[in-house]
């Protein structure tokens, strides 16, 4: 939980570009023109959960089935979709090249990639100090399997080789890093990322990239990337819905479902998928994942034909799946369906250690032994709660964050939030601490002016501070922003204060954004009392 003592200011950093090409970071607003012609779809869509001599991931193929079906609905000229053992080296280079030979100008290739990353050292003098690379089904790290592998170089070269139509490149994998935050290992977290080596006397690849030589940046000017994760962090699959799942590959579906179409024109372009592929895999992984969309000088123009359109999300608090070890005691409680396995489960139950844990491997509260079903029912319904706002697809909102990152905070931290809108907007904001309990941070007086009285201006960062006190675990601010004043929501915050009840707030908050434009952010802030493990 956070206490507010002082307002301060602050700005948002600006993110570098991560990857193997030079590229231009596009403003999340950047306006686009109506094209007046969206031409033919291509895609090369790979994903690989078995691999034969690493580690095996869960959520691969189920990307690369959703990526390949949604481009099918979107009526793909051809769709090419390589899974586990046909993800081979010659499979991937001769399917592009099939596809290059078919596209022509205003065309749109999409080569997508879900798996395992890696890095070994850099090729070529002069280069980086590592190469990235991504690992196919049959690498290994000595014999014939060492060249299944393609280098970040060739990639590029791949990419390049077609000179006419955009090609929109995914990669929902990472190479190396760290956590934001370390995972709990009473959670099932598989990582997108491979700690291999490289035998030397087996490798055929290293002489075909000093072959090719440095991609030239002009020849890239018609690509659009598409990362999970910047290059120091790791990429870690989640559930969504009933499966293990890449965020990006999730949210970059869902974009070409129509669900980032902003001005609904049915044509999906740059700055639409990126502010919606942004917004939907920090939803979906709690901030531990910030996707890097990065592009040449050409503007993505993707037809979304009837596909276009978001359903309304349910008013009510969708039900949550918890594990609880065989033996475990856990008191009745609503809202959630038991599971047999981790993998399963958003909600994963510790009575031993009085401690829930979120799927994303974060201990998001902790009470005291033995838990009550009261403490424990209100901190299931605020994540239920979360899942809600979860649905809700926004066309351009608030942007907040902490300054120090997505992190665990200690007990006694200062901590610093902060808030930006792109226009004049009234806000509500509020935070859900870690128990439940809901407390209103503004509109809190009135006035004319600022984050107290529930007013945002145009591209100015609001800021304030808090200090981190008990209870521990996961607190989270939400703002929803709108053009008019919300004093029924206001209301309605006001109301879950006193009587936690989080159904009948969601419930006036489905009923205020109903038919009318509105923004919507939250982060979280994770917590840990002084002298515990991280």
Request: hydrophobic letters at 40%; proline letters at 5%.
């Amino acid at each position: 939980m956070t206490r507010s003592i002082l307002p301060a200011s602050a700005a948002f950093l600006k993110k570098r570009v991560p990857g193997f090409a030079p590229a231009l970071v596009l403003a999340a607003g950047l306006a686009a023109p109506l094209p007046a012609f969206a031409g033919n779809l291509y895609g090369l869509v790979i994903g690989i959960d078995d691999y034969q001599h690493i580690t095996d991931l869960k959520g691969a193929v189920n990307d690369a089935r959703d990526v390949a079906g949604t481009l099918e609905k979107l009526e793909a000229s051809k769709v090419i979709l390589l899974t586990d053992a046909n993800a081979t080296r010659d499979n991937v280079f001769a399917s592009w090249r099939e596809l290059t030979k078919l596209a022509g100008p205003g065309d749109t290739l999409v080569f997508h990639y879900a798996g395992h990353g890696a890095r070994q050292e850099a090729i070529l003098p002069g280069h980086e100090e590592l190469d990235n690379m991504f690992l196919l089904a049959g690498f290994d790290e000595t014999g014939p399997g060492v060249n299944e592998r393609i280098i970040d170089n060739e990639v590029g070269h791949l990419l390049a080789e077609e000179k006419e139509a955009t090609v929109v490149f995914v990669a929902d994998s990472c190479f190396a890093g760290d956590m934001a935050r370390a995972a709990d290992f009473r959670a099932e977290v598989n990582v997108r990322v491979a700690d291999v080596r490289v035998d030397k006397s087996s490798d055929r690849i290293a002489d075909r990239v000093r072959q090719l030589g440095e991609v030239e940046e002009d020849a890239l000017q018609n690509v659009i990337w598409l990362y999970a994760q910047d290059r120091n962090k790791v990429t870690q699959e989640v559930r969504i819905g009933e499966e293990l799942r890449g965020a990006l590959s999730y949210a970059f579906s869902r974009a070409l479902e129509g669900e980032a179409d902003g001005d609904s024109n049915s044509v999906l372009n740059t700055a639409e998928l990126k502010r919606y592929v942004n917004s939907s895999v920090k939803r979906h992984t709690e901030r531990r994942q910030r996707p890097e969309v990065n592009a040449g000088s050409r503007d993505l123009e993707i037809l979304l034909h009837d596909a276009a359109g978001t359903p309304a999300p349910n008013a009510g608090l969708p039900e949550l799946t918890l594990y609880a070890a065989p033996g475990e005691t856990i008191p009745a409680l609503s809202g959630i369906r038991k599971v047999d396995s981790k993998a399963e489960a958003d909600l994963i139950y510790d009575g031993d250690g009085s401690s829930l844990v979120y799927k994303t491997g974060d201990v998001i509260a902790s009470f005291p032994a033995p838990p009550s079903a009261e403490a424990l029912q209100a901190t299931v319904d605020k994540w239920r709660f979360l899942a809600f706002l979860i649905g809700f697809a926004e066309i351009e909102g608030p942007e907040l964050d902490l300054s120090d990152g997505s992190r665990t905070y200690v007990e006694g931290e200062q901590v610093t939030f902060s808030i930006r809108s792109s226009g004049n907007e009234n806000v509500v904001l509020f935070n859900l601490a870690s128990n439940g309990a809901v407390q209103l941070v503004g509109p809190v007086r009135r006035g004319k002016r600022g984050l107290a009285a529930g007013k945002l201006r145009p591209d100015r960062t609001d800021s304030f501070r808090s200090a981190v006190i008990p209870p521990f675990g996961a607190d989270h601010l939400i703002a929803i922003t709108t053009p008019s004043p919300m004093p029924d929501l206001v209301d309605a915050v006001q109301d879950a204060q006193q009587n936690n009840d989080l159904a009948a707030l969601a419930k006036e908050i489905g009923h205020t954004l109903d038919g009318q434009s509105f923004g919507l952010d939250w982060v979280g802030l994770y917590t840990r009392a002084k002298g515990d493990l991280q």
